[in-house]
């Protein structure tokens, strides 16, 4: 299966982070996205809330000029975010993001589940932690997820 550049690179800094115990919801330059983007917290300054993908003027601005970090784009980046969090067992509102009880590593596996399959419909390539193929079992998936990855990708 070929990937590209931004995915493998996200992935290494993922697995990285994951192995060496540095991956922290709660830390803005250890999170997901902070660690995609190289242990910067930048990426903060787009939204106003924590887990949101709502693009704030700054991240509007960003988005409106084509900018890329590490090859993603902010709401891309917001994104990713939230379904870390989502996976983290963080419940996420227009105005709130409240925090599960405790956090450990078992849960932070179940967050880069949930960046992984982000990261491959973003890229249009199969969800490659996805072992349902190997097993001969299809999951069935909600219409609309499946529908708006068909629609984003060029075939």
Same mark, same amino acid.
């Given at each position: 299966?070929?990937?590209?550049?931004?995915?493998?690179?996200?992935?290494?800094?993922?697995?990285?982070?994951?192995?060496?115990?540095?991956?922290?919801?709660?830390?803005?330059?250890?999170?997901?996205?902070?660690?995609?983007?190289?242990?910067?917290?930048?990426?903060?300054?787009?939204? +106003?809330?924590?887990?949101? @993908?709502?693009?704030?003027?700054?991240?509007?601005? =960003?988005?409106?000029?084509?900018? !890329?970090?590490?090859?993603?784009?902010?709401?891309?980046?917001?994104?990713?975010?939230?379904?870390?969090?989502?996976?983290?067992?963080?419940?996420?509102?227009?105005?709130?993001?409240?925090?599960?009880?405790?956090?450990?590593?078992?849960?932070?596996?179940?967050?880069?589940?949930?960046?992984?399959?982000?990261?491959?419909?973003? +890229?249009?390539?199969?969800? @490659?932690?996805?072992?349902?193929?190997?097993?001969? =079992?299809?999951?069935?998936?909600? !219409?609309?997820?499946?529908?708006?990855?068909?629609?984003?990708?060029?075939?």
């Amino acid at each position: 299966m070929k990937t590209s550049i931004r995915f493998e690179n996200a992935i290494a800094k993922l697995y990285t982070a994951f192995q060496n115990d540095t991956l922290n919801p709660e830390d803005c330059n250890r999170c997901a996205i902070g660690t995609i983007l190289d242990n910067k917290d930048s990426w903060r300054h787009m939204t +106003d809330i924590h887990g949101s @993908v709502q693009l704030n003027y700054v991240g509007l601005v =960003h988005q409106n000029l084509g900018r !890329r970090f590490n090859g993603y784009s902010p709401i891309e980046l917001l994104k990713i975010e939230a379904s870390f969090l989502k996976g983290c067992g963080y419940r996420l509102g227009k105005h709130f993001c409240h925090k599960p009880d405790y956090i450990d590593k078992t849960i932070l596996f179940n967050g880069l589940c949930e960046v992984v399959a982000t990261l491959c419909q973003m +890229d249009c390539i199969d969800n @490659v932690m996805d072992c349902s193929k190997l097993f001969g =079992h299809h999951v069935a998936q909600p !219409r609309n997820v499946t529908s708006q990855v068909l629609e984003s990708c060029e075939f």
